[in-house]
C-alpha cells in the first residue's frame, strides 16, 4: 500500500499561472482532503469530500476549486495563483463513516509563487 | 467554535529527558483529540488518539497522552526522548458527530533534542 500519495513534491509558479495538485489513496477511504500549512499556522482545511461525488469547503477556500475524480483521488486547483498561496499542501484521507475520525496524510507539495 | 492552543512554539530537551508538549482545546462538547508528528520534509503521522474511556492513552514511539476534562487538556509525554523523537508536533481535535471537516490543529510544537 502506497497510503496517500501527491504529485508533484516541488512547484513553482509566476503569478497568474494555474495548476493543479494531485491527490491519490489506495486504502479505499470515502473521505479526503486539502489542506494547507503556513510557518506558524498549523494547518488549515481548504477544502473536504465527505464521499465520492461530494465537496465543501474549509476554512480557507478562497481561489482554490477542487474535483473527486474517483474514490480515489482528490485534486485542487489553483486557477489564477497569487504569492499570498505559497505553502506546503496536504493531501488527506479517512475512512470517513463510523467513529474514527484518524486522517492519513500525503508527504505534500510545497509550492512557492512568484 | 473550537480551538487548540499549543502554548509552546519551540521546546528544546536533553537526549535522555522527559518531555511534555502542552495542548488545550476549547469546545463545550466530547472532543475527539489527536497528537501528530511531523518530520522535516515528511507529511504527519498520528501519534495517538483519544476518543472515550481510559484517560491515559499509549501511542506509537513510546509517547503517551493523558485527556484531562476539567482543564480541557491533552499533553503528550515521553519518558525519555530519543534524538529521533525532533519534529513538530501537532494537536488536533474534532467534535462526535462534526462533519467530515472539523479537524482543528493546533500551531504545532517544534522539539529540539540536546545530545
Known amino acids: 500500500n502506497a497510503g496517500v500519495t501527491q504529485t508533484p513534491k516541488f512547484q513553482v509558479l509566476k503569478t497568474g499561472q494555474s495548476m493543479t495538485l494531485q491527490c491519490a489513496q489506495d486504502?479505499?477511504?470515502?473521505?479526503m482532503y486539502w489542506y494547507r500549512q503556513d510557518p506558524g499556522m498549523g494547518l488549515r482545511l481548504i477544502y473536504y469530500s465527505a464521499s465520492e461525488g461530494t465537496t465543501d469547503k474549509g476554512e480557507v477556500p478562497n481561489g482554490y476549486n477542487v474535483s473527486r475524480l474517483n474514490k480515489r483521488e482528490f485534486s485542487l486547483r489553483l486557477e489564477s495563483a497569487a504569492p499570498s498561496q505559497t505553502s506546503v499542501y496536504f493531501c488527506?484521507?479517512?475512512?470517513?463513516?463510523?467513529?474514527?475520525?484518524?486522517?492519513?496524510f500525503g508527504p505534500g507539495t510545497r509550492l512557492t509563487v512568484t | 467554535a473550537q480551538s487548540v492552543t499549543q502554548p509552546d512554539i519551540h521546546i528544546t530537551v536533553s537526549e535522555g529527558a522527559s518531555l511534555e508538549l502542552r495542548c488545550n482545546y476549547s469546545y463545550g462538547a466530547t472532543p475527539y483529540l489527536f497528537w501528530y508528528v511531523q518530520s522535516p520534509g515528511q507529511g504527519l503521522q498520528l501519534l495517538l488518539k483519544?476518543?472515550?474511556?481510559?484517560?491515559l492513552v499509549q501511542g506509537i514511539k513510546g509517547f503517551e497522552a493523558e485527556f484531562k476534562r476539567s482543564q480541557s487538556s491533552f499533553n503528550l509525554r515521553k519518558p525519555s526522548v530519543h534524538w529521533s523523537d525532533a519534529a513538530e508536533y501537532f494537536c488536533?481535535?474534532?467534535?462526535?458527530?462534526?462533519?467530515?471537516?472539523?479537524?482543528?490543529f493546533g500551531k504545532g510544537t517544534k522539539l529540539s533534542v540536546k545530545p
Open positions: 488527506a484521507s479517512s475512512e470517513g463513516t463510523g467513529t474514527t475520525y484518524e486522517q492519513y
Open positions: 488536533a481535535v474534532t467534535v462526535y458527530g462534526g462533519s467530515q471537516g472539523n479537524l482543528i
Open positions: 483519544y476518543f472515550s474511556g481510559d484517560t
Open positions: 486504502m479505499n477511504h470515502n473521505s
